[in-house]
């Protein structure tokens, strides 16, 4: 099987505060920090699976015009039949992203990862937030189901939407171990950082604590079941993590990722 790994750093439409743009190079010298090593969980080795780093989309894009480039390079690589794990900048490149998804697997399942449903009509005004990505991804009809994990920030607003779109979600309150979700579609992942606990991962904007472990978040990846064709690692902000742990984490979530990608298929 053949991945791609494709950089997008573009953080235009954060809250609060930006630098996410800055992870997906911060991500690289993650995967490469002579602390750890490249093997992956279920044997295999990174640096010896068939992927393609496509570098970083520019950087000096903004609004439609990146939204338009991170579809159609997303799209590209889908064209020569690889999987790509896109590595964020802010959550609100899951959005054209899945619009290339979308063309090419009509029946695409989301498992989310997240402190937050990103379920907002708009935030602050901006439909494109990365505090919307999921409500334009619904709208659009792009995927047949959404399974949202973690949550622990739902508003009124945020439950209207769910309730309007018929969402998944498993409020980190009422997480267990035990809980198996099951697939019968392909499936894109997208893991927002801030979905695992701050304990593990504080460099990010919005750290909200009670969240996922690192295991737990693993876990989910290794034993779900679904083919899952493509993949986001999303929020990570460098700039709020001095001691790069947050790096690491993001860094061992693409060896995972991309060991499961490979290993099943369709």
């Excluded at 992870?23 to 279920?42: F, H, Q, Y």
């Excluded at 991804?137 to 009124?156: A, D, F, P």
């Excluded at 290794?222 to 984490?249: C, F, R």
Aim: aromatic share 6%; with cysteine; glycine share 8%.
């Amino acid at each position: 099987m053949k991945l791609s790994l494709l950089g997008i750093p573009w953080d235009e439409n954060s809250s609060h505060r930006r630098g996410s743009a800055a992870a997906p190079e911060a991500i690289r010298v993650a995967l490469k920090a002579p602390s750890s090593n490249l093997s992956c969980e279920n044997g295999l080795e990174f640096d010896e699976l068939d992927l393609r780093d496509c570098g970083d989309l520019p950087a000096d894009l903004s609004g439609e015009v990146m939204v338009k480039r991170i579809e159609e390079a997303v799209g590209a690589e889908l064209d020569q039949q690889r999987r790509v794990i896109s590595l964020g900048g802010d959550h609100a490149v899951t959005y054209p992203i899945l619009r290339a998804f979308a063309r090419r697997y009509p029946d695409l399942s989301i498992l989310h990862l997240d402190a937050h449903s990103d379920l907002y009509d708009n935030f602050e005004g901006n439909r494109l937030s990365h505090a919307s990505p999921f409500a334009r991804i619904m709208e659009e009809g792009l995927v047949k189901r959404l399974v949202q994990v973690g949550i622990r920030t739902m508003t009124r607003h945020l439950r209207e939407q769910v309730e309007r779109f018929g969402v998944e979600v498993f409020e980190m309150k009422d997480w267990r171990d035990d809980q198996y979700l099951d697939f019968d579609s392909p499936v894109y992942l997208s893991v927002d950082l801030d979905g695992i606990d701050p304990a593990f991962a504080p460099g990010v904007a919005h750290p909200e604590p009670g969240g996922l472990s690192t295991r737990q978040a693993l876990s989910l990846i290794q034993q779900s079941n679904g083919t899952i064709v493509g993949a986001d690692i999303v929020e990570y902000n460098p700039s709020l993590d001095p001691t790069g742990i947050t790096g690491m984490v993001a860094a061992k979530l693409v060896k995972e990722i991309a060991s499961r990608m490979v290993t099943t298929d369709m």
